[in-house]
């Protein structure tokens, strides 16, 4: 028979409790546990399923309906998604209010409508809202549907009254929106998330439509709901940015059909959304020249390599014993260990200088051959020299002082002669090709980089 028993649950993260409390453990929002009810079937020892039989097929002899991924005519968006939409695909984006998401997926429809039928489900505006900004982006077409509605069931049942016409892409703006009208909670619910999410998947893979939701974000930029959302999905894709400037990074965290290594850089106009075929002439527009404390890296995001700005700030600081340490765009622990690596093995103090490093363009560099060129623009700030501005560097730094080689070294050195660079420093590397009109300088130690850089000034 089935037992009812109560159980809390949070409404920011889905965590569950035997019992209330005023803070969640897990995300730490306050008055979001709520109760909610579940039924427990105890099974008697026979029970053996519904006797429905369960047929099992070679995987090789399934049948994959010929065209697996249709072309978004976004090539940044393609780069991230793994070369397009895959049919049947549940796809997640998510990110801050204002940062562009719905702008992005209005502009997503507008191209996809050209050659396949597509509908804009939206909880959140209406038709004449959504019809003012495709105006402003410039977006038509015959194919482009459009319905107002927050019950996710009755828009599934009234798209499949017409099996012939499906659209072959919907797009949901935003699940938190979504509710079903036999699910007793209110929309936005840990809930109704979960079972709005399951009925647009089931959608989804039994009919082929490739499903776009929309989601939120925390105020900490973990995504709003239950964690089994994310779990649910085939693709998640998060879009960052600062408000306050024009860049966006639209950066896959899971996907079924490709890496999760790709971005794909966006700049936001008055008209809409514009790609951003070259990031690094992007991240290096508007670089002061002669000025302490600068550095460029050559990073990597996922098969792309991009030169990115590192800025150095030290200060002497104003409260004692105690230095700020302040990292943007950088990992803050990495940031501590590399001011301890200077300390110790180069001589340079700076305990008592406050540091700030920022990396240029709101992009996040997260990979250790970075670390060279955060070294030497906490060297530059601290002494007040400028480096080469015609110099690029990378390299991974050990707690020994020495620099490790990383991959993809010929990748690295021929985008920065191809943007300008005329010198790179890296660690010494064997099996790679110099290219022609770049002077690199391989060195073993953040200590030999440091006296390489002040003998040639």
């Known amino acids: ?23 969640c453990n897990s995300c730490g929002s306050f008055n979001k546990i709520e109760e909610v009810e579940t039924e427990t079937t105890v099974l008697p020892p026979s029970f053996t399923g519904n006797n429905k039989a369960v047929r099992f097929a070679k995987l ?79 977006i038509g077409g015959e194919n482009l549907m459009f319905a107002a509605e927050t019950d996710c069931g009755s828009v599934i049942s009234s798209l499949l009254q017409d099996k012939d016409n499906l659209p072959d892409v919907l797009v949901v703006d935003s699940i938190q929106t979504m509710a079903r009208s036999d699910v007793a909670s209110s929309a936005g619910s840990v809930t109704q998330v979960r079972e709005c999410a399951a009925l647009l ?113 030290v200060a002497k600081s104003a409260y004692g014993g105690n230095p700020r340490r302040v990292s943007a765009g950088f990992d803050y622990n990495r940031l501590c260990l590399i001011i301890a690596v200077l300390e110790k093995r180069t001589g340079f103090l700076f305990s008592a200088c406050d540091v700030y490093v920022n990396i240029i363009g709101g992009l996040t560099v997260d ?3 970075a670390d060279l060129a955060v070294a030497l623009a906490l060297f530059s700030g601290l002494c007040d020299k ?43 590397t064997t099996g790679f090709k110099k290219p022609k009109g770049l002077e690199v300088n391989e060195v073993k130690s953040l200590e030999e980089a440091i006296r390489h850089l002040t003998s040639s000034s």
């Not at 028979?1 to 209330?20: I, N, Q, R, V």
């Open 60 to 138: 090789g002899d399934i049948n994959t309906h010929g065209e697996t991924r249709r072309t978004t005519h976004i090539k940044e968006l393609d780069r991230v998604l793994g070369g397009g939409l895959v049919k049947g695909s549940l796809v997640l984006i998510a990110g801050e209010p204002g940062i562009g998401k719905s702008t992005l997926m209005l502009q997503l429809c507008g191209w996809l409508a050209n050659d396949m039928k597509v509908a804009y489900l939206s909880g959140e505006e209406s038709g004449s809202q959504v019809k003012l900004r495709a105006n402003r982006l410039k």
């Open 386 to 428: 400028p480096l080469d501005e015609h110099l690029a560097v990378f390299g991974e730094l050990g707690l020994g002082g020495e620099l490790r080689s990383v991959s993809r070294t010929d990748e690295r050195l021929n985008e920065a002669m191809r943007l300008g660079f005329t010198k790179a420093v890296m660690p010494h």
């Open 201 to 313: 998947m089931k959608f989804a893979k039994t009919y082929g439509v490739a499903v776009l939701i929309v989601g939120h974000v925390n105020k900490d930029g973990s995504f709003a709901g239950p964690k089994v959302l994310e779990h649910i999905v085939d693709t998640v894709l998060s879009f960052e940015g600062d408000k306050e400037h024009n860049y966006r990074i639209l950066r896959a965290q899971k996907n079924r059909f490709g890496a999760t290594n790709e971005i794909g850089v966006f700049e936001m106009r008055s008209d809409g959304l514009r790609e951003v075929a070259n990031p690094s002439e992007l991240m290096l527009s508007g670089r002061p020249l002669g000025v302490a404390g600068i550095s460029v890296v050559c990073a990597l995001e996922g098969n792309r390599t991009i030169l990115a700005e590192v800025q150095a700030l």
């Open 367 to 369: 990979e250790p051959a």
């Open 1 to 23: 028979m089935p037992k009812t028993t109560a159980l809390f649950k949070c409404g920011e993260c889905g965590k569950e409790y035997p019992k209330w409390q005023g803070r």
